[in-house]
């Protein structure tokens, strides 16, 4: 597949601005979580409230890289989704407290992109991937097969919260809060391939890695997953 990642954009608790996202490629350190709210002040109060920290951390990267786009086709990636909200309404059902439907509503995987679709009233083929460990390649792909149908840009929005402390066991590929958004058109500077083979796990999610090679720390990338060995390739100086 070739693609042109025409912006980025990215928020981790204390990086935000590029020369922020720089400095981390630069040394990538593990970033204390301290609860830190990204800003969606563009919103609505009232919407504003509605969002969890992972939603607004989605609106953060997304809304900037949507501007002058009247219609734009999103891709939405998240492994574990909202499992903050998850674990409350599973706690409430545990203690046999009723759950309140905004909440639940709120829960299922693809509430952030119907939330999205609502306030910018776009009304674009959306989706909400739940893949593994190379959820990324597999939001890509979706992305990838729209540009083919035609559309001259696609969103794509990588995004992971924190665990409760409860997964913390199960849940080892999460080392901070963070979202990526990449606007993708049709181009060929970018080159994506997919062969066989195994290899070590990377030090740090495979967004993460992307931002590096974006930051110029990098200058091609491969992911490994199970089986599937992918081949992040920058076909242009």
């Known amino acids: 597949m070739h693609f042109r990642i025409e912006q980025w954009r990215a928020w981790a608790p204390g990086l935000d601005s590029t020369d922020d996202w720089r400095a981390w490629c630069r040394t990538p350190v593990p970033l204390e979580d301290a ?3 990204p800003d969606v002040g563009f919103l609505p109060a009232l919407q504003r409230r509605r ?6 951390m989605m609106f953060h ?3 900037p890289l949507a501007e002058g786009h009247r219609a734009l086709p999103l891709v939405f990636a998240s492994r574990h989704g909202d499992a903050p909200r998850t674990l409350a309404l599973l706690e409430q059902l545990a203690s046999g407290e009723p759950l309140s439907p905004t909440q639940f509503s709120l829960s299922v995987h693809n509430a952030t992109i ?3 679709s609502i306030l910018r009233g776009d009304t674009s083929e959306m989706s909400a991937l739940a893949a593994a460990g190379d959820g990324l390649e597999q939001a890509l792909l979706e992305a990838c097969s729209l540009l083919g149908d035609g559309a001259p840009a696609v969103l794509l929005v ?3 919260e924190m665990p409760p402390p409860l997964y913390a066991a199960q849940v080892d590929d999460v080392p901070f809060p963070y979202a990526v958004a990449l606007l993708l058109t049709p181009g060929q500077d970018w080159r994506l391939q997919l062969h066989a083979g ?3 796990r990377a030090d740090w999610p495979h967004a993460l890695n992307l931002l590096r090679a974006l930051c110029g720390e990098r200058h091609s990338l491969e992911h490994h997953w ?6 992040w390739s920058p076909t242009t100086a």
């Open 226 to 231: 199970k089986n599937r060995r992918w081949i």
């Open 198 to 200: 195994s290899g070590p």
């Open 35 to 37: 609860q830190q709210q």
């Open 61 to 63: 990267v997304a809304w």
């Open 158 to 160: 990588l995004a992971e």
């Open 114 to 116: 119907g939330l999205w």
């Open 51 to 56: 969002l969890s920290r992972l939603a607004r």
